[in-house]
């Protein structure tokens, strides 16, 4: 069974930094675009950020240009630096997995950012 499990989420007071980082069970996933998405409280699930499997092309979505920069490792380890953290970026993460940016096949079980005012 393929997997994504992410780690890193926690409290953090607003102005803060937080790592997330997604590790996948299968080598497969080198080949794969990986992300993240996100969902608060009462709102529907938004994208983040994501990456090409080589890491040459990334997207983020406007709110968080500038503050947050997704990267991966050599082996099947994404990361999502999260800087300047604001009370609206508290919400569960999801790390995603898939063969491009339109289709993700494989979702996380989400880890809780929480960043307090």
């Known amino acids: 069974q393929v997997q994504l499990v992410e780690s890193g989420g926690g409290l953090v007071q607003a102005g803060g930094s937080l790592r997330l980082s997604c590790a996948a069970s299968?080598?497969?996933?080198?080949?794969?675009?990986m992300g993240w998405f996100r969902q608060a409280p009462g709102k529907e699930r938004e994208f983040v950020a994501a990456?090409?499997?080589?890491?040459?092309?990334t997207s983020y979505t406007d709110s968080v240009k500038g503050r947050f920069t997704i990267s991966r490792d050599n082996a099947n380890t994404v990361y999502l630096q999260m800087n300047s953290l604001k009370p609206e970026d508290t919400a569960v993460y999801y790390c995603?997995?898939?063969?491009?940016?339109?289709?993700?096949?494989?979702w996380g079980q989400g880890t809780q950012v929480t960043v307090s005012s």
């Open positions: 995603v997995a898939g063969p491009n940016f339109r289709l993700w096949n494989y």
């Open positions: 299968d080598r497969t996933f080198s080949s794969y675009a």
């Open positions: 990456l090409t499997w080589s890491g040459g092309i």
